[in-house]
């Protein structure tokens, strides 16, 4: 195999703000720990906390690249001194703690997992964050159960996608909500058994009369504050709260709790980025085990919405934050 370069392209965010702030720069290839792989990034994903780390909001945790991104699909190029599952050439996507908007990126062999059987690099690249985010909150913390329903807020977004999919393949009723009709009928075509537009329908009055009155066994939601009281009120007996962002607000005032004893509901939420290794690792193991044959089989698929080069990562953010997509954006760093 040819030598490594010394430097590589990566995208920068200088002190942060707008996208504008995102601008392709040049510096030194990462050096992987013992524990980590070096993969040589053919395509990484945009996510929503990659937005708020640009703005400042999010910053990386001790430890980790200062470089935006949170997961990728390459090549391995070099493996740490304990690393003992992959070689050099393996192709592999990988959940990053950090610095996927790169030529080159660092992972732990925890946090990372062969192709799925027919992926080719940008679908490989679309897995890590929503699958691993939607295994851990949607049937951890959430405890979906087959024969269960779920109400999926941000139904066309990447985590949405994703939580519609898993769901109704491990055999929940999945509701959805999303802004416009186009993202409802999208939401149905992704597998949903209803979708509610929010913008024209109380959807705490919808999950009501879908469900005869009985309310949803778990709600995902990432608005936070705005939605708090309706998604108390879409749950049912035993009802489980999972909360993943707050982009109605993270502060919920004048909230009526009684729900919550009165219908022993559970409201739990979670991050990933702050988990161990070990954590994260556990988490790559379930998903091979349960959701990756499923992949293979051409079912749960993530759904991608455009491709932009690594060097236009400012528009890719600016679409981003319009939520005009459905599914996921991609950064095509290399073939």
């Known amino acids: 195999m040819a030598a490594l ?3 590589m392209t990566y995208i920068a965010h200088g002190a942060g703000g707008g996208a504008e702030v995102l601008v392709p720069a040049r510096g030194p290839l990462p050096v992987p720990q013992p524990d980590e792989v070096l993969i040589r990034v053919m395509v990484t994903g945009v996510n929503r906390p990659d937005v708020q780390q640009r703005s400042g909001a999010y910053p990386p945790p001790p430890g980790a690249s200062p470089i935006i991104g949170l997961e990728c699909a390459g090549e391995v190029v070099a493996t740490g001194a304990s690393v003992t599952r992959y070689k050099i050439g393996d192709r592999v996507c990988a959940l990053t703690n950090g610095g996927a908007y790169a030529g ?3 992972a732990p062999e925890a ?3 062969p192709w799925p059987a027919g992926f080719d690099a940008v679908r490989a690249a679309a897995l890590p964050e929503t699958y691993f985010t939607v295994w851990a909150n949607l049937f951890g913390h959430g405890r979906l159960q087959p024969g269960e329903t779920v109400l999926v807020h941000g139904g066309t977004s990447g985590i949405g996608v994703t939580a519609i999919k898993l769901a109704k393949a ?3 009723t999945v509701y959805a909500t999303a802004g416009t009709a186009a993202k409802v009928a999208a939401c149905l075509g992704f597998g949903a058994d209803a979708a509610i537009d929010y913008r024209a329908q ?3 009055e919808e999950v009501k009369r879908l469900t005869g009155s009985k309310g949803v066994d778990v709600v995902l939601d990432m608005v936070g504050a705005a939605y708090f009281q309706r998604n108390l009120r879409c749950l049912g007996w035993d009802g489980r709260l999972v909360i993943i962002a707050f982009l109605g607000g993270h502060q919920a005032d004048a909230v009526d709790l009684r729900p919550v004893m009165l219908k022993r509901l559970t409201v739990t939420g979670s991050t990933m980025r702050p988990r161990t290794t070990a954590q994260k690792g556990a988490l790559a193991a379930a998903l091979e085990e349960k959701v990756w044959p499923l992949l293979a089989a051409g079912r749960c698929g993530p759904e991608i919405f455009r ?4 060097t236009e990562a400012a528009e890719a953010h600016r679409l981003m934050e319009s939520s005009a997509h459905v599914g996921k954006i991609m950064l095509k760093v290399a073939d």
């Open 5 to 7: 370069p010394q430097e």
């Open 104 to 106: 080159y990126c660092a």
């Open 111 to 113: 946090q990372t997992l």
């Open 170 to 172: 491990f055999g929940a």
């Open 202 to 204: 109380d959807f705490a």
């Open 307 to 310: 491709t932009f080069p690594l």
